[in-house]
């Protein structure tokens, strides 16, 4: 089975119809065992880290790759395939690069 790539986004960009996305943010939280709040300074997401074995903790920098869902609220949640360690990343240059390839786009 082939995997739809992943459209990366900020949290303010995320659309309804987006369903295979990347973020980079930080972790604001853990919820209980198996979510996290994760927050990119443009907004927060939950993710549903279930399935992931991967040691983090509060304000580490992580790339999440994963499938987004929305609730019957209308409420976004993420639910994370790959999780990796971006704590070496230049947070406030990516974004600079995320806007201005947005511009391109």
């Known amino acids: 089975m082939e995997l739809q790539s992943a459209k990366q986004r900020i949290i303010k960009d995320i659309k309804n119809d987006d369903f295979r996305i990347q973020i980079i943010g930080y972790v604001k939280k853990a919820l209980d065992n198996n979510f996290i709040l994760l927050t990119d300074k443009t907004g927060e997401i939950k993710v549903n880290l279930k399935d992931i074995d991967?040691?983090?903790?509060?304000?580490?920098?992580?790339?999440v790759i994963g499938d987004?869902?929305?609730?019957?609220?209308?409420?976004?949640?993420?639910?994370?395939?790959?999780?990796?360690?971006?704590?070496?990343?230049?947070?406030?240059?990516?974004?600079?690069?995320?806007?201005?390839?947005?511009?391109?786009?």
């Open 54 to 63: 991967f040691e983090f903790k509060e304000n580490d920098l992580i790339n």
């Open 68 to 105: 987004l869902n929305i609730n019957t609220k209308g409420e976004m949640e993420f639910t994370a395939d790959i999780v990796q360690d971006m704590n070496n990343l230049n947070f406030k240059y990516y974004i600079k690069l995320y806007e201005l390839k947005k511009e391109i786009e």
